[in-house]
């Protein structure tokens, strides 16, 4: 279970919004990968403090879906994948993280249209996972 000042830390994050939304779609999906990310890192570390780790300060699939076990955080491990898979990705199957990447580093295209295609479903799984805290 998380502390409350855990928890606390958590609902800070959730109330944080970049507010790249007035961009549209992809404003609203970089704003909420961006909030989702800081909230998996802080999970993340919250587990690896608990386990006296000293791992990276990145997401790693496994720890995240680790550090949700040790919390009793429960969230869909597919939609784990689906928000936070690692990697290149084929086009039109890939994460948001992947597709955050290829946009943002490179303004790719092909990852802009998969980002307005996918919007609609990554956006309710990422708004869906900024209040995990809760279903302890």
Same mark, same amino acid.
């Given at each position: 279970?998380?502390?409350s000042k855990?928890?606390k830390?958590?609902?800070g =994050?959730? +109330?944080?919004?970049p507010k790249?939304?007035?961009?549209?779609v992809?404003?609203e999906f970089?704003s909420?990968?961006?909030?989702?990310?800081?909230?998996? &890192? !802080?999970?993340?570390?919250? @587990? &690896?403090i608990d #386990?006296? !780790?000293?791992?990276?300060?990145k =997401?790693?699939i496994?720890? +995240?879906?680790a550090?949700l !076990?040790?919390f009793s955080?429960?969230?869909? /491990?597919?939609?784990?994948?689906?928000i936070? !898979?690692?990697g290149?990705? +084929?086009v039109?199957?890939?994460?948001?993280?992947?597709l955050?990447?290829g @946009?943002?580093?490179?303004?790719?295209?092909?990852?802009?249209d /998969?980002?307005?295609? #996918?919007?609609?479903?990554?956006?309710? =799984?990422? #708004?869906?996972?900024?209040l995990?805290?809760?279903?302890?």
């Amino acid at each position: 279970m998380l502390s409350s000042k855990r928890i606390k830390a958590l609902e800070g =994050i959730a +109330l944080l919004d970049p507010k790249f939304h007035c961009a549209g779609v992809v404003g609203e999906f970089i704003s909420l990968y961006i909030q989702t990310e800081v909230m998996a &890192r !802080k999970i993340q570390n919250y @587990y &690896r403090i608990d #386990k006296s !780790k000293t791992d990276l300060d990145k =997401i790693q699939i496994q720890v +995240l879906k680790a550090s949700l !076990k040790h919390f009793s955080l429960s969230f869909n /491990e597919p939609d784990v994948n689906l928000i936070f !898979k690692g990697g290149e990705g +084929l086009v039109g199957e890939k994460s948001a993280r992947q597709l955050r990447n290829g @946009y943002l580093h490179s303004l790719s295209p092909s990852d802009k249209d /998969e980002i307005i295609n #996918k919007a609609p479903r990554y956006i309710a =799984i990422m #708004k869906k996972f900024l209040l995990v805290y809760k279903k302890q």
